[in-house]
């Protein structure tokens, strides 16, 4: 089956600068990839995502890129902000399945 | 529109009793999942369902069971309750597009004293 891998699995960054967390996948089948954002006992929450024939989606601070041929999918986030301190994890969907990432605590210093 | 509502929130369970963690999606979603999450780690997939009437396992179904009568509720089942269950637990929905989003409830915080 899949394998997503997700790193780094935490992330402190200074307020306003860039963060960026990698995901790869195994299955050459997965076709959508979500980005989601968990805050602190909250339940998960899409923020982004990419279907397999897209190679890069952007959304005001943040951005997804795709690599099909290598297998990995990246989200940055651009100017951070304290309220983007969270969880966040990447997801591949292969049919009727979504695999999650391990998830990345970023947190962002003020 | 409510989307996925989880009850309860919280709960304590004695070692050996058993409960149902109910789960209700008013999208019309054919796909639903349960998920359960500890301390600082991902979602692990306990049991899905692709339509009324059919689920299959996870990657850890031991100690769990769910029916899909309808379309809308998916509970899992917890029978005799052990410490290793104390985690918490959500349920989420899809549409059967391969290319959708997963949708959350709002999850159940469940220990096992």
């Known amino acids: 089956g899949e394998n997503v891998e997700q790193h780094p699995s935490t992330l402190s960054v200074q307020e306003g600068d860039s963060a960026v967390i990698k995901c790869t996948y195994s299955?050459?089948?997965?076709?959508?990839f979500p980005w989601y954002k968990q805050e602190l006992g909250k339940r998960p929450q899409l923020i982004i995502d990419i279907r397999s024939n897209v190679g890069e989606k952007k959304d005001q601070r943040i951005a997804v890129t795709l690599n099909k041929t290598a297998k990995h999918f990246s989200l940055h986030i651009t100017e951070t902000q304290p309220e983007d301190s969270a969880v966040y994890f990447c997801a591949a969907r292969t049919g009727n399945q979504f695999y999650f990432g391990t998830g990345t605590s970023l947190t962002v210093i003020p | 529109n409510a989307g996925v509502t989880q009850t309860p929130k919280f709960r304590i369970l004695k070692i050996g009793q058993s409960m149902t963690l109910q789960c209700a999606q008013d999208m019309n979603h054919n796909y639903m999942y349960w998920y359960r999450q500890d301390p600082g780690m991902g979602l692990k997939l306990i049991y899905y369902?692709?339509?009324?009437?059919?689920?299959d396992k996870g990657e850890v179904p031991n100690g769990y069971n769910v029916s899909r009568s309808t379309t809308e509720d998916f509970p899992l089942r917890l029978e005799l309750a052990a410490p290793s269950q104390t985690s918490v637990y959500f349920c989420a929905s899809s549409n059967s597009g391969g290319n959708t989003e997963a949708f959350f409830g709002q999850g159940t915080r469940l220990t096992v004293v």
């Open positions: 369902s692709v339509g009324a009437g059919i689920t």
């Open positions: 299955d050459s089948a997965s076709n959508y």
